[in-house]
């Protein structure tokens, strides 16, 4: 094992050598180079006649969120992202008794990484190497199926994922990996429309699922490896019309621009690859950004580069900022503030407050009041930390200089470049425990430094990360149960691997998330306790949903992963690829 | 006469070999700054995404061994760097680097140095 951990890690530490090698693969998945030995070509299957409920989403069914548990509507559950169900058949007592119900491949490589949608009594779900399918939420027949043509030069950092559909009306929305946003029927799944968000030469790539607000459909992108100048995006979903741009790195002579030496915005990343929250009430749209480029030498780009690594308030209608807060201001370890947000109504020191949390990649648990952006706290939530000695006052990290990337490291820094919570995979917050679960990584890092070439359209580094702590064999995972009201972390359940699968919290009292060794998992809310687990076999890199359906319960957990972020973060890497959702029921 | 020819062509032979002399003690022991330059570049642009440091299962090449799929030769070496590798991940950095065609030899020169080849 350990050999074939050391054997991976050199395969990983390049991540990516994989991102495009994975663009190849993408392609002969796609059809363009087929292969007997690769998987299928491109299959666009609509259905024959139209499936689901004939009546359209609504805005007033999204902003309802779970509250009717025969839909899952949104990536984070609802606006809020609290990713939680208020569903109560399934409590710490009988959650043994979970059973498969069905299960259904993906037919591909790569990160699993789906939140599937439920409307209508179907099921979208999307895998890697952009596809997306439409499944009988009660059976798992296949109800259409749409797999998208990719180019074979594709930029992707991190692997060939897909994390989800938006819907809304009688379309579901979604991202490709060569950066497109495309709106099929969700009922027959034929392409309504298709649009180029970015050239992804450039650098571009897509990943997320869209966030749907009144008739505007919200994206980000990914590209903060290859140097571009992130923004996000508002589409009008009936015809796919870019309606307005708000880019997260300002051009000269725009506010914050003085944060960037030089002409070093033009080229500083700040991408926007994880969905955002809505809160109706105020109408704001909160998104998050990442890190800056290049990622680990911040000597070109001195100042603390806004608004990477920051929350964005805006307004939906416009795209204007109402305001912003960063959190690792002049990153330079990779800590993407694009982790998992929450909109919590809660007391912190007594007094209500609107907030917004997050737990972010660089150890840190935030909380601000989301009406205008005032710090109100940051704890440690990640088990070892030591890039920054705490926060100021405003929420400012106070930085060990001696953690920053160095010619020859040799400090060990925590979080490592993954986190933390990373925003490829989810938190979830229960309302009735007040408590956030985090899954994450538990490992440190060498970060070395090196100088920047700058080509476009490749990655642009500056330096690399050493996973020392997996080298070493001490990394692992946890599942940390944060109070909102203080920041302390109440409990934590571990796992002998880095915790990567997203979570899930239900009324009942249980709390799901799955396992890099290829387990779903049931855990008690209150108190950590393991209930259940099954093993699935893939690694667990999705985040599952909860529906109901003819008075029965429905979990879903996809399962699959890439082996090369596995190996980076030290997961099982003898795991063998290829996607496969799995969905649990319970007798009543 | 004769005589002369012979020391003629003695001395500039002589010249000849000590010029190619330094050359090769130049090739062999390069300026520690000009390697650290090299390495710098190599975990800047090279390391992390693409050529590992130790055996790996990627379609970028391993780098510090004696295999050189492109040609061996600093100049081999130094057409891949600059011009690209057509088909693969191997863009062309020519022009790229901050200072210039220097930084190319300083990448060959801290690969040189690097290698885990035992000939």
């Known amino acids: ?122 099921m979208y779900v999307t895998t890697s190497n952009s596809r997306v399918m439409a499944l009988d939420a009660k059976t798992g027949k296949l109800l259409w199926r749409y797999d998208y043509t990719l180019p074979a030069d594709l930029r992707v950092c991190c692997g060939p994922v897909n994390r989800g559909v938006a819907i809304s009306g009688d379309v579901v929305l979604w991202v490709t990996l060569d950066a497109h946003m495309l709106a099929l029927d969700r009922r027959t799944g034929n392409v309504k429309w298709n649009i180029e968000i970015a050239p992804f030469a450039d650098g571009f790539a897509a990943t997320s699922a869209p966030l749907v607000i009144g008739d505007k459909a919200i994206t980000g992108i990914a590209g903060g490896e290859y140097g571009v100048r992130g923004f996000f995006d508002a589409y009008d979903i009936a015809t796919g019309k870019r309606l307005w741009r708000h880019y997260t790195v300002p051009a000269a002579g725009e506010p914050g621009a003085e944060t960037w030496a030089s002409d070093s915005y033009k080229t500083g990343g700040s991408p926007t690859w994880t969905t955002g929250a809505y809160d109706p009430e105020t109408d704001t749209l909160y998104w998050t950004t990442g890190n800056p480029s290049p990622d680990w030498n911040g000597d070109l780009r001195m100042g603390d580069n806004l608004y990477s690594n920051s929350i964005l ?75 920054a000695k705490g926060v100021d006052e405003n929420g400012r990290p106070i930085v060990d200089p001696a953690a920053e990337p160095q010619d020859k490291p040799t400090m060990r820094v925590c979080p490592g470049n993954m986190g933390g919570l990373n925003g490829a995979w989810t938190a979830s917050y229960s309302p009735l425990t007040k408590l956030a679960y985090v899954p994450s990584i538990e490992g440190c890092q060498h970060y070395a430094k090196g100088i920047v070439v700058t080509v476009k359209g490749i990655p642009m580094l500056g330096g690399m990360p050493d996973p020392i702590d997996v080298t070493e064999g001490k990394d692992h995972g946890v599942l940390s149960a944060v109070d909102v009201a203080t920041g302390e972390v109440k409990w934590r359940y571990q796992d002998p691997d880095p915790m990567m699968g997203g979570a899930l919290s239900t009324a009942g009292g249980v709390v799901f998330t799955s396992t890099q060794d290829g387990h779903a998992l049931a855990l008690d809310a209150t108190t950590g306790k393991e209930l259940w687990r099954f093993r699935m076999g893939g690694s667990g890199r999705g985040q599952p949903v909860a529906y109901e359906i003819d008075g029965k319960t429905y979990v879903a957990v996809p399962s699959g992963g890439w082996v090369a972020i596995t190996a980076l973060s030290g997961g099982p890497v003898n795991i063998p690829e290829g996607g496969q959702l799995f969905v649990f029921t319970i007798d009543k | 006469m004769q005589r002369l020819k012979f020391l003629g062509l003695a001395l500039v032979c002589a010249l000849f070999l000590s010029a190619c002399g330094e050359k090769k003690l130049e090739a062999r022991v390069p300026d520690p700054a000009v390697i650290a330059r090299g390495q710098a570049l190599f975990t ?75 000939k």
């Open chain 1, 313 to 387: 308030a805006v307004d939906p209608n416009t795209g204007i900022r109402k305001w912003h807060f960063q959190f690792t201001p002049h990153d330079v370890w990779d800590y993407d503030g694009n982790s998992h947000i929450f909109l919590v109504d809660t007391e912190i020191g007594g007094k209500p407050v609107k907030a917004v949390l997050q737990p972010n990649r660089n150890g840190f648990f935030y909380a601000l009041d989301r009406t205008n952006g005032k710090f109100l706290y940051a704890k440690q939530y990640a088990e070892e930390l030591n890039w």
């Open chain 1, 1 to 122: 094992m350990r050999q074939a951990r050391k054997w991976a890690i050199g395969l990983a530490g390049v991540l990516f050598a994989l991102g495009l090698a994975s663009g190849a693969r993408a392609a002969a998945t796609a059809g363009l180079t087929p292969s007997i030995l690769e998987s299928p070509s491109v299959v666009v299957s609509p259905a024959k006649e139209p499936v689901g409920a004939k009546a359209g989403v609504t805005g007033e069914m999204l902003k309802a969120g779970t509250t009717d548990t025969s839909k899952w509507l949104m990536y984070g559950g609802d606006y809020s992202n609290f990713r939680f169900s208020p569903i109560k058949s399934i409590t710490p007592e009988n959650a043994k008794n979970l059973k498969a119900a069905w299960s259904f491949p993906t037919g591909t490589l790569g990160q699993f990484e789906t939140s599937p949608v439920i409307y209508g009594g179907v």
């Open chain 2, 44 to 118: 800047g642009t090279c390391g992390a995404y693409c050529h590992k440091q130790t055996p790996s299962n990627t379609d970028a090449l391993f780098l510090f061994d004696c295999e050189w799929k492109h040609g061996s030769t600093d100049d081999d070496i130094f057409k891949v760097i600059n011009g690209g590798v057509e088909g693969t991940r191997m863009v062309a950095f020519g022009g790229a680097f901050p200072e210039g065609d220097k930084d190319a030899r300083a990448l060959i020169a801290y690969l040189r140095s690097a290698s885990q080849c035992k």
